[in-house]
């Protein structure tokens, strides 16, 4: 990807007091914190303390009913999710799911797809916009490739791959798409140890070169010390800490609720 092709400057993004209730259940209460342009955030805290549906505000799959969510100074509550996908948020998900007879290639290129210009019609009639946007999602495709060591996989059916490879891979669709604000849902799960050395390294660099955001939730805490700037800690939907790893790594509050647990499991 060229210099020009990328956005000028990683996002910036405020919450404020969002709040989501579940018929009666609240996942999530007055939840606030920002996040840097440049920075890696990672979201931490018990099972059930709210962090993937804190995700999935942030990506419009959930419209809370109190709060504000800012990217850049512009409200994303009430954006449909390919609107907030279009404003420049990416997503990876926990589970990385592959569709059935696609190459990693296509996959990629799904990613890329929003940056298209040409409609179905087109594409379907193989006109000259269609042929450009399919050499571009290609070109992209192979960029991405590169940059997480896929190019041997490109033609591989992606299903069929080992599940770190697959990670991978729905990890660089949501690059293709070139987004301001990439929020990864636990990319470490299910990984093995090697695998977990390599995407530390990975996470640190994302921000640094790829002109993006980070939001990080994951549960494995050495991960989380090694690459976050920033941490905010939830423990039933609401915020009871954050602040940089070593002042949550001491605060009595995060151990009691998380990071105590945490210690002694290990």
Not at 17 to 37: E, I, K, P, Q
Not at 115 to 122: C, I, Q
Not at 137 to 162: F, I, K, Q
């Amino acid at each position: 990807m060229s210099a020009s092709e990328r956005s000028t400057h990683p996002a910036e993004l405020d919450v404020r007091d969002v709040t989501l209730r579940f018929t009666g259940v609240t996942a999530l209460s007055a939840v606030t914190f920002s996040v840097a342009g440049g920075s890696v955030h990672a979201l931490i805290g018990p099972n059930g303390a709210g962090k993937s549906s804190l995700l999935n505000v942030l990506s419009g799959l959930y419209a809370p009913q109190e709060g504000s969510v800012r990217l850049d100074g512009r409200e994303l509550v009430g954006t449909a999710p390919h609107r907030i996908a279009d404003r420049g948020v990416g997503r990876a998900f926990q589970n990385a799911s592959m569709f059935d007879d696609l190459t990693v290639e296509e996959h990629l290129m799904i990613g890329h797809h929003r940056h298209g210009r040409s409609g179905a019609v087109a594409a379907a009639l193989g006109l000259p916009r269609a042929r450009r946007d399919d050499r571009e999602a290609r070109r992209a495709a192979a960029e991405v490739a590169e940059y997480l060591g896929l190019e041997s996989h490109l033609h591989d059916e992606a299903a069929a791959l080992p599940y770190g490879i697959q990670k991978r891979v729905d990890l660089g669709r949501a690059l293709a798409m070139r987004p301001r604000l990439l929020l990864l849902d636990e990319p470490a799960a299910g990984l093995h140890t090697h695998e977990k050395a390599e995407l530390t390294l990975l996470v640190s660099r994302l921000a640094a070169e790829r002109s993006l955001t980070v939001v990080l939730v994951e549960h494995d805490m050495r991960l989380v010390m090694a690459v976050a700037d920033t941490i905010t800690v939830l423990d039933f939907g609401t915020v009871i800490a954050t602040g940089p790893p070593e002042q949550i790594s001491a605060d009595e509050r995060v151990i009691a609720a998380y990071l105590g647990t945490e210690k002694e499991s290990a």
